[in-house]
């Protein structure tokens, strides 16, 4: 310490010297200047989007889709509508592929002219992404 005191003893007791032109930072402006910041804006949001899965759409062989129908005209020929889960694959809006979600609901109406279902809850779904349905109804034999 003895050796900077030595070499710049003639200015380290100074107060600090205030411009008339520029007045003095506040504190947290001066602590935010060294925050840190992201030069490239959205690459890590682009990153992300990259590395989340997405799932590939199965393609049901002629065997597969007569089962689901037999099942679907099941619910409906039912004297009361019985609750069932509707396996059906969700359309990622932003890259290829998507999900597959459960959805549980009884059927309120079946469209077969453009191919959609509509549950007890308002839910609307393409008869087309449905790739598997259970319900209490079904036996194994059966199906």
Do not use: W
Not at 19 to 25: D, E, F, L, T
């Amino acid at each position: 310490m003895s050796d900077a005191r030595e070499q710049y003893g003639d200015i380290i007791d100074r107060a600090h010297p205030d411009s008339p032109k520029h007045p003095r930072m506040p504190r947290k402006n001066r602590a935010a200047q060294f925050a840190p910041f992201a030069a490239l804006t959205g690459y890590d949001d682009l990153i992300h989007e990259a590395a989340r899965y997405t799932e590939r759409r199965i393609v049901l062989d002629e065997n597969k889709k007569e089962e689901l129908n037999r099942k679907l005209h099941a619910l409906l020929d039912a004297e009361e509508q019985p609750e069932a889960v509707f396996s059906c694959f969700v359309q990622d809006a932003k890259k290829s592929g998507g999900t597959y979600e459960d959805v549980t609901g009884r059927i309120e109406n079946a469209d077969f002219l453009y191919g959609y279902l509509t549950l007890d809850s308002g839910r609307v779904l393409d008869i087309g992404d449905v790739i598997e349905i259970e319900s209490e109804l079904f036996s194994e034999e059966r199906f």
